[in-house]
């Protein structure tokens, strides 16, 4: 019965890590301020954070041996995007970065010229 009782008790005071799924884009942490997507500028890609559809952010871990990579971080900068993975003390601990805008292509024809 004790040994319930201490299995209950670490529980209880463990910290609660959840895997969780969201959905927003990366901007610059100054352009999600002030609800900037589109026109944020690359400068602000050293801090970027993920800005919800409702405003809210959520910072993410980022770099070398994760699923952001700065290669992926610059692909997904100010795009939409869905991070997958562990909130942990109020930040993602991403494992899975899907990019779900892609970038129009842009076609040219001899009337353009």
Known sequence: ???????????????????ETR??????????????????PLRHVDRPILLLEDGQVLPFLR??????????LDKAY???VRLSGEIRQGVLQPV???ILEVSGERKFFKGCL
Do not use: F, N, Y
């Open 96 to 98: 899975k970065l899907e």
């Open 23 to 40: 959905e927003g884009w990366i901007v610059g942490e100054p352009c999600a301020a002030s609800r900037q997507v589109a026109d944020c």
């Open 63 to 72: 770099g070398e041996g994760g699923s952001v990579t700065p290669d992926a």
């Open 78 to 80: 100010g795009k939409k």
């Open 1 to 19: 019965m004790r040994r319930a009782h201490v299995l209950w008790l670490a529980l209880l005071v463990a910290p609660h890590a959840s895997a």
